[in-house]
């Protein structure tokens, strides 16, 4: 035997002169991919409610009744309703005056007017506001926990 020639096959696997060959079994693997599902983390969420207190500034305006009593004195047949006159609701007043002879007299009318004043305020308001935490642990592989 040359050292650069090839070994001879093992004696099992050749046939005995006379004999008829042997079959020889072949085993095959097979590899086969799948999914899992496994556990590799656990999420802890946190929220808490905050109260803050904020400045909010505000313009507008009030609206007053201004009532300013203007004296009439003057006899009618009849009462009439209030009316409006130039932006001014104008209510009557009745009295009835005994005399002699029994007379309607306009005592006198209310003129009442709408008058806008401007303003510039700040308020202080409070409001909640939410506030959340996420904190992620590891799971190691006999179950425990760790953190981030």
């Keep these: 035997m040359s050292p650069s020639s090839p070994p001879p096959p093992p004696a099992a696997a050749q046939p005995a ?8 079994g072949v085993l095959e693997e097979e590899a086969r991919i799948g999914r899992e599902r496994v556990v590799t983390g656990v999420l802890h969420i946190h929220k808490t409610v905050h109260d803050e207190t904020e400045a909010l500034h505000e313009t507008g305006f ?16 009849a009462a009439s309703p209030p009316r409006t006159e130039r932006g001014v609701t104008i209510v009557p007043v009745y009295e009835e005056r005994v005399r002699i ?48």
């Design 17 to 24: 002169a006379g004999d008829e060959p042997s079959t020889i």
């Design 62 to 77: 009030q609206e007053y009744a201004e009532v300013r009593r203007v004296p009439i004195g003057r006899v009618v047949d």
């Design 101 to 148: 002879v029994r007379e309607l007299v306009l005592a006198e009318e209310l003129h009442v007017s709408l008058r806008r004043v401007p303003f510039d305020r700040t308020l202080q308001l409070s409001r909640r506001r939410e506030r959340v935490s996420v904190e992620h642990r590891d799971v190691a592989p006999d179950g425990s926990t760790t953190r981030d």
